[in-house]
């Protein structure tokens, strides 16, 4: 049985949509037990009972707005998220998704969970949505602002360990995200990462990555400090809206076009879904000694239904417990 921690207040929605999520999840999943965090009395109106499903109370839990994660964790540590979190630390729990905070769940992985020994800093990794369906890592997507770039070599050896393994894709190539294809183009942050990558024999790296690209590139593992990659996960779910609304309203224009709607629907709805960042579920905080998966804040229902169907799958393919192994194997050699 796999067990999942959640944070049951975490998220713009919370609690409605993460109880509802859950109880979806128990649904579809037979094997995964699910260890809810939050305020009994708020859930309550949301909670049905369930033999696989348990509840841990606790009032306090952490507004998406926290200015002072630091802070919040050394003050609220009854807050739900590390109450989860701390179920995962004890062995209580194989992974934690939560939809809360995204910088107070950074240090809770730092001060709770653990980073493994072979990685300087964690990222924020999620699969973000690709022109072929099969989706593509992005990462750091807004742990960190300020890395160096040695940093970005970490992450693009965990994460090709990661696709190799668990996206099953044969020699994971990694792009770097930059504003010019050409070696040279970028920041000196940029320079200096091309050339550490491009002499790396443990990753296969594939050269400058224009954001324009993105969707649509061959490459598996796109990486950027947490800034660039932030704004460019941002941009993309912006696009779809605004692409999505844009195609809605030329539909509505014409009775031609509403009549070509009811014919194409499956090629529609198919075209949403890939595009749809709730179909993907939420990003692994990479570099933690568990799994630990970051929902998006405004998830719905069925987002974070997915955010614990990842967790889930995380767990089932050993991936931590597999990237910890070829680390040290790297580490002796």
Same mark, same amino acid.
């Given at each position: 049985?796999?067990?999942?921690?959640?944070?049951?207040?975490?998220?713009?929605?919370?609690?409605?949509?993460?109880?509802?999520?859950?109880?979806?999840?128990?649904?579809?999943?037979?094997?995964?037990?699910?260890?809810?965090?939050?305020?009994?009395?708020?859930?309550?109106?949301?909670?049905?009972?369930?033999?696989?499903?348990?509840?841990?109370?606790?009032?306090?839990?952490?507004?998406?707005?926290?200015?002072?994660?630091?802070?919040?964790?050394?003050?609220?540590?009854?807050?739900?998220?590390?109450?989860?979190?701390? %179920? /995962?630390?004890? @062995?209580?729990?194989?992974? $934690? +998704?939560?939809?809360?905070?995204?910088? #107070?769940?950074?240090?809770? *992985?730092?001060?709770?969970?653990?980073?493994?020994?072979?990685?300087?800093?964690?990222?924020?990794?999620?699969?973000?949505?690709?022109?072929?369906?099969?989706?593509?890592?992005?990462?750091?997507?807004?742990?960190?602002?300020?890395?160096?770039?040695?940093?970005?070599?970490?992450?693009?050896?965990?994460?090709?360990?990661?696709?190799?393994?668990?996206?099953?894709?044969?020699?994971?190539?990694?792009?770097?995200?930059?504003?010019?294809?050409?070696?040279?183009?970028?920041?000196?942050?940029?320079?200096?990462?091309?050339?550490?990558?491009?002499?790396?024999?443990?990753?296969?790296?594939?050269?400058?990555?224009?954001?324009?690209?993105?969707?649509?590139?061959?490459?598996?593992? %796109? /990486?950027?400090? @947490?800034?660039?990659?932030? $704004? +460019?996960?941002?941009?993309?779910?912006? #696009?779809?809206?605004?692409? *999505?609304?844009?195609?809605?309203?030329?539909?509505?224009?014409?009775?031609?076009?509403?009549?070509?709607?009811?014919?194409?629907?499956?090629?529609?709805?198919?075209?949403?879904?890939?595009?749809?960042?709730?179909?993907?579920?939420?990003?692994?905080?990479?570099?933690?000694?568990?799994?630990?998966?970051?929902?998006?804040?405004?998830?719905?229902?069925?987002?974070?239904?997915?955010?614990?169907?990842?967790?889930?799958?995380?767990?089932?393919?050993?991936?931590?417990?597999?990237?910890?192994?070829?680390?040290?194997?790297?580490?002796?050699?």
């Amino acid at each position: 049985m796999i067990r999942i921690a959640v944070d049951g207040m975490g998220g713009d929605f919370a609690p409605e949509v993460i109880v509802k999520g859950s109880l979806l999840a128990l649904e579809k999943f037979e094997n995964i037990h699910i260890t809810i965090v939050g305020d009994e009395t708020k859930m309550g109106p949301f909670l049905k009972k369930h033999d696989r499903l348990e509840v841990v109370h606790t009032p306090t839990y952490l507004e998406m707005g926290v200015k002072d994660p630091i802070s919040a964790y050394r003050t609220q540590k009854d807050a739900s998220m590390f109450m989860a979190m701390n %179920l /995962v630390k004890e @062995g209580k729990a194989d992974a $934690i +998704v939560t939809a809360g905070p995204t910088q #107070a769940l950074v240090v809770g *992985g730092h001060f709770i969970i653990r980073k493994m020994p072979q990685m300087r800093r964690i990222a924020i990794a999620p699969i973000i949505p690709s022109y072929d369906g099969r989706g593509r890592i992005l990462l750091d997507s807004g742990a960190n602002v300020d890395l160096r770039p040695e940093h970005l070599h970490d992450f693009a050896v965990f994460a090709s360990i990661v696709a190799k393994n668990v996206m099953k894709r044969e020699n994971p190539q990694v792009g770097l995200i930059n504003i010019g294809s050409e070696e040279g183009k970028g920041r000196e942050f940029d320079v200096e990462a091309y050339k550490i990558l491009k002499e790396s024999d443990k990753v296969n790296f594939a050269g400058n990555i224009e954001p324009k690209e993105v969707f649509v590139t061959d490459v598996d593992i %796109l /990486v950027a400090d @947490g800034f660039t990659g932030n $704004i +460019v996960m941002k941009t993309m779910e912006g #696009a779809a809206l605004g692409l *999505g609304k844009v195609l809605k309203r030329e539909i509505k224009k014409s009775f031609f076009g509403k009549i070509g709607a009811i014919f194409m629907k499956k090629s529609l709805t198919n075209f949403k879904k890939s595009l749809d960042a709730s179909e993907i579920g939420g990003a692994l905080l990479m570099g933690l000694n568990k799994v630990v998966i970051k929902a998006h804040g405004s998830s719905n229902d069925y987002a974070f239904y997915n955010a614990i169907r990842q967790a889930k799958e995380m767990v089932e393919t050993k991936v931590i417990e597999t990237v910890t192994q070829i680390l040290s194997k790297e580490d002796e050699a």
